[in-house]
């Protein structure tokens, strides 16, 4: 008996969890259906679901945008911004771990508090920024603003936190001085806190110009 309704709690589980995914996936479908049809039928209300089956819209993308382009450039601010934001949040995220200094509590505060501006007020500000620079129209424009961000410091300092004291705590007389010493052993890449935050602004870099 037991085992039935066992069964039957993994049957139900099981069927809202491919209702679910089949939710999911209706909208990737539909995309995938419109994109074969011609431009009167992909327009047309109310629309159809039957494609056209015209596959040379997908060779005319290619030919009226430069994907590849597109394509190298996507790849260069993603691998710029994110080697960024791992470079220089995580040595703000292990000042506010590590090194103790007076206001630090209410600083950190300050500083997360540019996560509740919202993005759109970023643009414009930043737009005059790389107008004076005389970047418009470059890499350098998209790459600058995503350079740093408040959540990666916020990201990285709570793995700062969570490491133990020894990693950081090396008497003078073994080596180099702090920042020289805890590099190594506190910003390895492979952490789990490093793979994390680059593939969160690796998928981000394209989708807002705060830099946040």
Not at 195 to 202: D, Q, T, Y
Request: include cysteine.
């Amino acid at each position: 008996m037991a085992e039935s309704r066992a069964q039957g709690r993994m049957a139900g589980t099981h069927g809202t969890l491919i209702l679910g995914a089949a939710v999911m996936v209706i909208p990737f479908a539909w995309q995938l259906l419109t994109s074969l049809k011609t431009l009167t039928n992909a327009t047309r209300v109310p629309p159809t679901i039957a494609p056209d089956w015209r596959w040379s819209n997908y060779a005319q993308v290619f030919e009226l945008l430069p994907f590849g382009d597109q394509f190298l450039n996507t790849a260069v601010v993603a691998a710029a911004r994110t080697a960024g934001q791992l470079l220089f949040c995580s040595m703000a995220a292990y000042a506010f771990a590590r090194l103790r200094f007076p206001g630090r509590g209410l600083l950190f505060g300050l500083f997360l508090s540019v996560l509740m501006v919202p993005p759109a007020l970023f643009v414009i500000p930043q737009y005059e920024i790389m107008a004076d620079l005389g970047w418009l129209n470059s890499l350098g424009a998209i790459i600058a603003p995503g350079l740093f961000s408040a959540f990666g410091v916020f990201l990285l300092r709570q793995f700062f936190l969570g490491l133990p004291g020894s990693w950081t705590r090396r008497p003078a007389s073994t080596g180099p001085g702090r920042c020289a010493s805890t590099g190594p052993s506190c910003c390895r890449w492979p952490s789990p806190a490093c793979w994390r935050s680059a593939s969160s602004w690796c998928w981000r870099p394209g989708t807002t110009c705060s830099g946040r």
